[in-house]
Protein backbone atom coordinates (compact mmCIF):
# COMPACT_ATOMS: atom_id res chain seq x y z
CA UNK A 1 0.00 0.00 0.00
CA UNK A 2 1.41 3.46 -0.94
CA UNK A 3 2.52 5.53 2.17
CA UNK A 4 3.62 9.12 3.36
CA UNK A 5 5.49 8.79 7.01
CA UNK A 6 6.48 12.22 8.25
CA UNK A 7 9.42 12.25 11.50
CA UNK A 8 9.54 13.74 14.04
CA UNK A 9 5.84 14.41 14.91
CA UNK A 10 7.10 17.53 16.27
CA UNK A 11 9.99 19.82 16.58
CA UNK A 12 11.39 22.45 18.45
CA UNK A 13 14.43 24.65 18.20
CA UNK A 14 15.98 27.32 19.50
CA UNK A 15 16.23 30.28 16.78
CA UNK A 16 19.49 29.82 14.78
CA UNK A 17 19.42 26.24 15.16
CA UNK A 18 19.14 24.43 12.22
CA UNK A 19 17.45 20.93 11.65
CA UNK A 20 15.95 18.41 9.24
CA UNK A 21 12.90 17.41 8.42
CA UNK A 22 12.25 14.11 7.06
CA UNK A 23 9.53 12.82 4.44
CA UNK A 24 9.49 8.61 3.74
CA UNK A 25 7.69 7.26 1.32
CA UNK A 26 6.79 3.94 -0.39
CA UNK A 27 4.99 4.72 -3.37
CA UNK A 28 4.60 2.97 -7.01
CA UNK A 29 5.86 5.17 -9.57
CA UNK A 30 6.79 8.71 -7.76
CA UNK A 31 5.33 11.70 -10.13
CA UNK A 32 6.31 14.40 -7.74
CA UNK A 33 7.13 15.06 -4.35
CA UNK A 34 5.73 18.12 -2.85
CA UNK A 35 6.37 20.17 0.42
CA UNK A 36 3.38 22.81 1.80
CA UNK A 37 3.59 25.00 5.04
CA UNK A 38 0.73 25.58 7.24
CA UNK A 39 0.03 28.12 9.65
CA UNK A 40 -2.42 27.66 12.51
CA UNK A 41 -6.04 28.49 11.17
CA UNK A 42 -5.01 28.63 7.49
CA UNK A 43 -4.84 26.64 4.66
CA UNK A 44 -1.43 24.75 3.35
CA UNK A 45 0.41 26.84 0.76
CA UNK A 46 2.78 25.53 -1.98
CA UNK A 47 6.54 25.56 -1.10
CA UNK A 48 8.32 22.73 -3.28
CA UNK A 49 7.72 20.34 -5.85
CA UNK A 50 10.91 17.99 -6.71
CA UNK A 51 10.46 15.26 -9.14
CA UNK A 52 13.88 12.88 -9.60
CA UNK A 53 16.50 11.78 -6.80
CA UNK A 54 19.04 14.15 -6.52
CA UNK A 55 16.96 17.12 -7.12
CA UNK A 56 17.16 20.04 -4.37
CA UNK A 57 15.25 23.18 -4.65
CA UNK A 58 15.80 26.16 -1.81
CA UNK A 59 13.61 28.95 -0.42
CA UNK A 60 15.47 31.57 1.47
CA UNK A 61 16.18 29.12 5.00
CA UNK A 62 14.54 26.37 3.55
CA UNK A 63 16.44 23.89 1.11
CA UNK A 64 14.13 20.60 -0.09
CA UNK A 65 16.01 17.17 -0.93
CA UNK A 66 15.19 13.78 -2.71
CA UNK A 67 16.32 10.21 -2.79
CA UNK A 68 14.96 7.17 -3.79
CA UNK A 69 12.64 6.94 -0.30
CA UNK A 70 12.71 10.07 1.23
CA UNK A 71 12.99 13.41 1.17
CA UNK A 72 14.55 16.19 3.36
CA UNK A 73 13.61 19.34 4.56
CA UNK A 74 16.41 21.44 5.90
CA UNK A 75 16.15 24.62 7.98
CA UNK A 76 18.83 26.72 8.44
CA UNK A 77 19.11 29.27 10.91
CA UNK A 78 15.29 29.07 11.80
CA UNK A 79 13.97 32.18 12.88
CA UNK A 80 10.42 32.47 15.10
CA UNK A 81 8.35 33.39 12.09
CA UNK A 82 9.35 29.66 10.81
CA UNK A 83 7.10 28.00 12.80
CA UNK A 84 4.23 26.51 11.21
CA UNK A 85 3.58 23.29 10.35
CA UNK A 86 5.15 21.55 7.35
CA UNK A 87 3.46 19.02 5.05
CA UNK A 88 4.65 16.01 2.56
CA UNK A 89 2.88 15.37 0.08
CA UNK A 90 3.50 12.41 -3.10
CA UNK A 91 2.17 11.56 -6.82
CA UNK A 92 1.95 8.24 -7.40
CA UNK A 93 0.31 7.15 -10.52
CA UNK A 94 -3.45 8.56 -10.04
CA UNK A 95 -3.51 10.41 -6.67
CA UNK A 96 -2.15 12.95 -4.45
CA UNK A 97 -0.97 10.97 -0.39
CA UNK A 98 -0.24 13.72 2.17
CA UNK A 99 1.49 12.82 5.34
CA UNK A 100 0.56 13.80 8.52
CA UNK A 101 2.81 16.48 9.00
CA UNK A 102 5.81 17.64 11.22
CA UNK A 103 4.67 20.85 13.75
CA UNK A 104 8.09 23.18 14.34
CA UNK A 105 7.97 25.29 16.63
CA UNK A 106 11.23 27.87 16.71
CA UNK A 107 11.88 30.18 20.02
CA UNK A 108 13.90 32.79 20.11
CA UNK B 1 -5.77 39.18 -5.41
CA UNK B 2 -5.78 35.56 -6.53
CA UNK B 3 -7.50 33.41 -4.43
CA UNK B 4 -9.44 31.03 -3.08
CA UNK B 5 -12.39 31.54 -1.37
CA UNK B 6 -14.71 28.83 0.98
CA UNK B 7 -17.83 30.03 3.09
CA UNK B 8 -18.59 29.71 6.26
CA UNK B 9 -15.23 29.97 8.13
CA UNK B 10 -17.22 28.17 10.83
CA UNK B 11 -20.17 26.19 10.99
CA UNK B 12 -21.92 24.35 13.73
CA UNK B 13 -24.96 22.01 13.01
CA UNK B 14 -26.99 19.37 13.91
CA UNK B 15 -27.25 15.35 12.79
CA UNK B 16 -29.36 15.27 9.32
CA UNK B 17 -29.49 19.08 8.74
CA UNK B 18 -28.38 19.55 5.27
CA UNK B 19 -25.61 22.05 4.45
CA UNK B 20 -23.67 23.11 1.76
CA UNK B 21 -19.88 24.21 2.16
CA UNK B 22 -18.99 27.16 -0.83
CA UNK B 23 -16.17 27.12 -2.57
CA UNK B 24 -14.94 29.99 -5.38
CA UNK B 25 -11.62 30.52 -7.12
CA UNK B 26 -10.95 33.28 -9.18
CA UNK B 27 -7.82 31.94 -11.19
CA UNK B 28 -9.44 30.30 -13.68
CA UNK B 29 -8.37 26.74 -12.34
CA UNK B 30 -9.15 24.03 -13.75
CA UNK B 31 -8.80 21.47 -10.84
CA UNK B 32 -10.57 21.63 -8.21
CA UNK B 33 -10.78 19.56 -5.19
CA UNK B 34 -11.76 19.09 -1.24
CA UNK B 35 -10.35 17.45 1.31
CA UNK B 36 -10.80 17.04 4.88
CA UNK B 37 -8.08 17.00 7.54
CA UNK B 38 -8.46 15.34 10.85
CA UNK B 39 -5.83 14.51 13.85
CA UNK B 40 -2.98 11.74 13.15
CA UNK B 41 -4.73 10.87 9.75
CA UNK B 42 -3.60 14.22 7.70
CA UNK B 43 -4.97 15.36 4.42
CA UNK B 44 -7.85 12.94 2.77
CA UNK B 45 -9.13 13.72 -0.47
CA UNK B 46 -13.58 13.70 -1.27
CA UNK B 47 -14.03 14.30 -4.36
CA UNK B 48 -12.13 16.21 -7.81
CA UNK B 49 -13.19 17.53 -10.46
CA UNK B 50 -10.60 18.23 -13.57
CA UNK B 51 -13.33 20.37 -15.19
CA UNK B 52 -16.57 21.73 -15.94
CA UNK B 53 -19.21 18.93 -15.39
CA UNK B 54 -16.75 16.34 -14.28
CA UNK B 55 -16.46 14.91 -10.70
CA UNK B 56 -14.50 11.79 -9.43
CA UNK B 57 -14.69 10.65 -6.07
CA UNK B 58 -11.76 10.66 -3.74
CA UNK B 59 -10.32 8.58 -0.93
CA UNK B 60 -13.57 9.63 1.33
CA UNK B 61 -16.55 10.40 -0.25
CA UNK B 62 -18.85 8.90 1.35
CA UNK B 63 -21.94 10.83 2.98
CA UNK B 64 -20.73 13.96 0.27
CA UNK B 65 -21.88 15.18 -2.64
CA UNK B 66 -20.33 17.62 -4.86
CA UNK B 67 -20.91 19.85 -8.75
CA UNK B 68 -19.27 21.75 -10.89
CA UNK B 69 -21.46 23.46 -12.93
CA UNK B 70 -19.19 26.88 -13.42
CA UNK B 71 -15.49 26.64 -13.76
CA UNK B 72 -14.89 29.03 -10.50
CA UNK B 73 -17.60 27.09 -7.86
CA UNK B 74 -17.14 24.14 -6.32
CA UNK B 75 -19.60 23.66 -3.62
CA UNK B 76 -19.30 20.67 -1.26
CA UNK B 77 -22.77 19.02 -0.18
CA UNK B 78 -23.43 17.28 2.92
CA UNK B 79 -27.25 16.06 2.67
CA UNK B 80 -27.64 14.23 6.26
CA UNK B 81 -24.33 15.21 8.17
CA UNK B 82 -23.41 12.76 10.80
CA UNK B 83 -21.09 13.54 13.92
CA UNK B 84 -18.30 11.91 11.82
CA UNK B 85 -18.44 14.06 9.77
CA UNK B 86 -16.82 16.69 12.05
CA UNK B 87 -13.61 17.61 10.58
CA UNK B 88 -11.68 20.94 9.28
CA UNK B 89 -12.33 21.05 5.39
CA UNK B 90 -10.45 22.53 2.56
CA UNK B 91 -10.92 23.72 -1.02
CA UNK B 92 -8.55 23.73 -3.40
CA UNK B 93 -7.44 24.52 -6.51
CA UNK B 94 -4.82 24.22 -9.33
CA UNK B 95 -4.35 25.60 -12.91
CA UNK B 96 -4.08 22.34 -15.17
CA UNK B 97 -6.25 19.32 -14.53
CA UNK B 98 -3.36 17.03 -12.21
CA UNK B 99 -2.54 15.66 -9.45
CA UNK B 100 1.18 17.03 -10.00
CA UNK B 101 0.55 20.69 -10.13
CA UNK B 102 0.83 23.25 -7.11
CA UNK B 103 -2.54 23.29 -5.46
CA UNK B 104 -4.32 26.68 -3.92
CA UNK B 105 -5.89 26.14 -1.12
CA UNK B 106 -8.76 27.86 0.45
CA UNK B 107 -8.48 28.92 4.34
CA UNK B 108 -10.67 26.02 5.65
CA UNK B 109 -14.12 25.46 6.92
CA UNK B 110 -14.42 23.90 10.21
CA UNK B 111 -17.86 21.70 10.83
CA UNK B 112 -19.40 20.42 13.83
CA UNK B 113 -22.29 18.07 13.84
CA UNK B 114 -23.67 17.54 17.08
Known amino acids: EDQVTQSPEALRLQEGESSSLNCSYTVSGLRGLFWYRQDPGKGPEFLFT???AGEEKEKERLKATLTKKESFLHITAPKPEDSATYLC?????????FGTGTRLQVFP | EAQVTQNPRYLITVTGKKLTVTCSQNMNHEYMSWYRQDPGLGLRQIYY???????DKGDVPEGYKVSRKEKRNFPLILESPSPNQTSLYFCASSFRPSFNEKLFFGSGTQLSVL
Open chain 1, 89 to 97: AVHNTDKLI
Open chain 2, 49 to 55: SMNVEVT
Open chain 1, 50 to 52: LYS
